[in-house]
């Protein structure tokens, strides 16, 4: 990457950053009249409100997908038309910015909400940069680069895990939105640029349903918000490192036994956090 191109890239990235900071922050002052509504599903009603908090969540994660679609068609391979789609490098971002709205429409005390807001940004911009990184496997830096993208959308997909299951909706609703939310990470975690989009896709789709299942049932379990994130998380990382390893080849004996561990000690956290809310 020539200096001239990687100015350019930091110029987008950080005027991007800046917009994404100051969006929760101009609607904060802007006094919408909150307006609620209902609708039925399946016979039982669902109360829906929208005000500025519904703007929050859906303006601000619209604008980071924009975004970063317009730093990421900078790169070298994108202008070769070697990068088919990339609709997959916006999934993270997106969902990042929208957990991070999620967070701050929960937050009441004002330094609590700058410091979220502080920190949201700043991961928000290393996830950017890890995507253009991880555009193409020819470039220096990639392996690091789709090893932040995959950690970070990890962390991503525990807070959005938690916030969908604290709500402690019906089930119709908080499977349905946990099967979104999954088949979206498993896009993104999937890499469909190396294993190519109808594979990713069926594999994500499979792994929806499944984390969709498994809401179902503990949603009838006793079982708190942290214990529940960090089970779904674990059959997600499951799910996911299994499905890389079948198109990448038979899995070896070792990554069977890593997941196996992996799952054994989630097992652990769960009975330790069984206490918490």
Known sequence: MTQELRQV??????????????????LLVIDLPVRNYSIDILGAPLPLQFGVDTLLITL????????VDWVLREHPAVRRGDVVYLFPFWIAPGLGTLALCLLLTRISTWPLWIAALIVGVVVIGILINAEYGALSSD???????RLAVS????????????????????????ATLM????????????AP?????????????????????????MNYWNISTWSAGVLLLTWLYVGVGVSQE?????PARGVLVEYGVVTMVALVVVWLLAGSR
Do not use: D
């Open 9 to 26: 890239i930091t110029n987008r990235i950080l005027t991007l950053l800046a917009l994404i900071a100051m969006a929760p922050a101009l």
């Open 60 to 67: 601000v994660p619209v604008l980071t997908i924009a975004g």
């Open 139 to 145: 470039l220096a830096g990639y392996a690091n680069s």
């Open 151 to 174: 950690g970070l959308t990890y962390v991503i997909a525990y807070v959005l895990f938690a916030v969908i299951y604290v709500q402690r909706e019906r089930t119709v609703i908080s």
């Open 179 to 190: 099967a979104v939310t999954t088949f979206l990470i498993s896009i993104e975690l999937l």
């Open 193 to 217: 640029h190396r294993i190519g989009l109808g594979k990713a896709a069926l594999n994500a789709a499979l792994l929806a349903f499944l984390i969709a299942q498994a809401t179902w049932a």
């Open 246 to 250: 079948f198109h990448e080849g038979q």
